[in-house]
């Protein structure tokens, strides 16, 4: 078990490859998740939603971490935060899981970020490969769909890359940096899915 300073008993996933780590976030994060996104607002800018000013505080920060602790909990959500294993104390990108759903579709959203100063290293397809395992291995999900703007090529190539297909091109399909926005749809299926 591990105790974090969200004031929460659970037995949370670290998930490692051999140069990154990933976990979720406790409070003692909060300093250093702000951090991240006020240095990358602009190189994250065009690929996500308008951020109002609450986003970079330590309130709107401290309520997101015990959201994502009890989203976990509760088996709606699972949203990481990406360390290089070297330096455990610096946030350099996030992966997040959400929006499961159980029953007969057994599938989430996969959305993520990485930090300007990371780019090219391959630390998310690494990350990537070893969060997408848990998620089909731990939480047995059947399908993880993920988007992307088509001019955001990187993406793409990432997601080509970690074998997901293509299924459909939806138009205004997410309201990115204020503006609705076209986004290719990929999907990637758990082939050893099992029956609960």
Avoid at 44 to 73: G, H, I, M
Avoid at 129 to 155: D, G, W
């Amino acid at each position: 078990m591990i105790w974090n300073s969200c004031g929460m008993e659970k037995a949370l996933p670290t998930i490692e490859s051999t140069r990154v780590l990933l976990r979720l976030a406790c409070l003692d994060d909060v300093p250093e998740i702000i951090h991240y996104y006020t240095d990358n607002k602009v190189h994250l800018a065009p690929f996500e939603p308008l951020r109002f000013s609450d986003f970079y505080t330590e309130s709107y920060w401290c309520k997101q971490v015990k959201e994502a602790l009890d989203d976990f909990n509760t088996d709606r959500s699972l949203r990481l935060f990406l360390f290089e294993k070297e330096n455990e104390s610096v946030i350099i990108g996030s992966i997040n899981f959400r929006n499961f759903v159980r029953g007969v579709f057994q599938s989430c959203t996969l959305g993520y970020n990485l930090a300007e100063a990371s780019q090219g290293k391959g630390y998310m397809t690494e990350a990537l490969k070893v969060s997408l395992s848990y998620v089909f291995t731990e939480l047995n999900m059947h399908r993880i769909m993920a988007s992307y703007l088509p001019h955001n090529q990187r993406s793409g190539r990432l997601l080509k890359r970690l074998e997901f297909v293509v299924e459909g091109y939806a138009r205004d399909y997410l309201l990115i940096n204020g503006q609705w926005q076209d986004h290719i749809l990929t999907s990637l299926i758990n082939p050893h899915w099992k029956l609960a």
